[in-house]
C-alpha cells in the first residue's frame, strides 16, 4: 500500500478549509477521539471555539500491528463533572484523523448517543475512498477534508524524526 505524508502545515490548512462547514453545525463541544484526533481537534479550537473533551477508542493494536476483534474503550467521559456536562443536550462534534473503515466513528456515534445529545456531528481530515462498515446516520452532520484513495496515511504526531517526516511530506 503506498504512503502519504501530511505535514503539520497541511493539517493546519485542512481544518481551516473544513472550520466554516463545522462553524455552521454550531457544536458546543468537540470529542476528540485519540490518538489521532487530538491535535486536529486543537487545531480546530482556534477556528470553533468550544471546549474539547477526549475519548480513547482502540480498533487496532500498536504492539502487534493487528485489528483487535472489538472496539476497545480506553477513555471515556462522565457526563456529570467538568465539560463532559455539555454532551447531554448538546450539540457534540467528533473529530477524528481518517475515516477508513468507519468502525471507531460509528462506535462513537453509538456510544454518545448513550447520553441523549441534540445533534452529533463528525469532522474528520482524510475520508478513504473504499468500502465502510456502516454508514453515517441521516441525521448526523458529516464533513471531511479531502477524500483520499485507499492509502496509509502518515501524521506528523507519530512520527519519531519529525525532520525525516517533514522532508517526506514535502515530497509528496
Known sequence: ?????????????TVAQMAPKISDFKPDVIVAIGGGGFIPARML????RVPIVAVGLELYN???CSKNSEM???QWFDVTTGTATKI???RVLIVDEVDDSRATVIYCIDELRKHDPSAIGVAVLHNKQKEKVSKIPEDVFYVAGTDLEDIWCVYPWDATDIDEHEAKASQN
Open 1 to 13: 500500500m503506498s504512503k502519504k505524508y501530511f505535514s503539520y502545515a497541511d493539517i493546519h490548512r
Open 45 to 48: 479550537r482556534t477556528f470553533v
Open 62 to 64: 500498536d504492539e502487534t
Open 72 to 74: 476497545k474503550k480506553t
Open 88 to 90: 447531554p443536550g448538546g
